[in-house]
C-alpha cells in the first residue's frame, strides 16, 4: 500500500526565504512521487516527478526535490520565495492506476 | 503537456435539483478518468474512478445514487449530482492520465480547472 505524509499544514516564510516543504512517504513498491500545487479555485498544475532515475529532482517555478530512500522522504524546496508561491501544495505517491494525496500544506509568503 | 477541462467552472443551483459537471481531455484519449472531491483547506477525496464504456468504481462510502458517473466516449465523463443538497457544496476536481506517458506508472495526473458547486 502506499501513502503519504506532510508534515506541516501551514508554512510561512518570508519573501526571498528558503522554502522547505516536508513529504514523507509508504510504500511497499519503487514508488513514484509528484508534488502538485493549487491556487485558490484552481484545479491542480504539476510541479516535479520523481521515476527512479535522478534522486534530485528540478521543477517548474525554480522548485526542486531531493528522493531520500533511507528517509523515504521526498520533500520540496526552493532557495528563494516569490510572492507568486503562495498556494496549497500536494505530495503524491502514484500506486498502480491510482494516487494517493497528502493533506496538503498551505504555503503563505510574508513580503 | 496534456490539457483537462473541466465544465462549468462555478455552479448555483437550488436544492432537489440535479448538477451535471463535464470533463473532457482535450488532446489524448482517456480510458480512464478521476473525480475527486474537495473540501475547504483539504486534501482531494476520491470519490470514484470513471471507465470509458463501464460501470465507475465508487470509493468507499460515496453514494453512487447521488453522483451518477458516466464514461460515454475516450474524451469525456460526465459526473451528476442528482438531488443536490447544501451539503453537497463543495469543489468537484476530475483528472486522467495520458495513457501515452503512463509507463508503469509513472505517468503524471491532468487535472481539470475544478468545478465550484453551490447548493442553496
Known amino acids: 500500500a502506499q501513502s503519504v505524509t506532510q508534515l506541516g499544514s501551514h508554512v510561512s516564510v518570508s519573501e526571498g526565504a528558503l522554502v522547505l516543504l516536508r513529504c514523507n512517504y509508504s510504500s511497499s513498491v519503487p514508488p513514484y512521487l509528484f508534488w502538485y500545487v493549487q491556487y485558490p479555485n484552481q484545479g491542480l498544475q504539476l510541479l516535479l516527478k520523481y521515476t527512479s532515475a535522478a534522486t534530485l529532482v528540478k521543477g517548474i517555478n525554480g522548485f526542486e526535490a531531493e528522493f531520500k530512500k533511507s528517509e523515504t522522504s521526498f520533500h520540496l524546496t526552493k532557495p528563494s520565495a516569490h510572492m507568486s508561491d503562495a498556494a496549497e501544495y500536494f505530495c503524491?505517491?502514484?500506486?498502480?492506476?491510482?494516487?494517493?494525496f497528502g493533506t496538503g500544506t498551505s504555503l503563505t509568503v510574508i513580503p | 503537456g496534456a490539457v483537462v477541462s473541466q465544465h462549468p467552472s462555478w455552479v448555483i443551483c437550488k436544492s432537489g435539483t440535479s448538477v451535471k459537471i463535464e470533463c473532457r481531455s482535450l488532446d489524448f484519449q482517456a480510458t480512464t478518468m478521476f473525480w475527486y472531491r474537495q473540501f475547504p483547506k483539504q486534501s482531494l477525496m476520491l470519490m470514484a474512478t470513471s471507465n470509458e464504456g463501464s460501470k465507475a468504481t465508487y470509493e468507499q462510502g460515496v453514494e453512487k445514487d447521488k453522483f451518477l458517473i458516466n464514461h460515454a466516449s475516450l474524451t469525456l465523463s460526465t459526473l451528476t449530482v442528482t438531488s443536490a443538497h447544501p451539503e453537497d457544496s463543495s469543489f468537484y476536481i476530475c483528472?486522467?492520465?495520458?495513457?501515452?506517458?503512463?509507463?508503469?506508472?509513472?505517468?503524471?495526473?491532468?487535472f481539470g480547472e475544478g468545478s465550484r458547486l453551490t447548493v442553496l
Open positions: 483528472s486522467a492520465r495520458d495513457p501515452g506517458t503512463n509507463s508503469g506508472g509513472t505517468g503524471e495526473l491532468f
Open positions: 503524491a505517491v502514484s500506486g498502480g492506476n491510482q494516487f494517493y
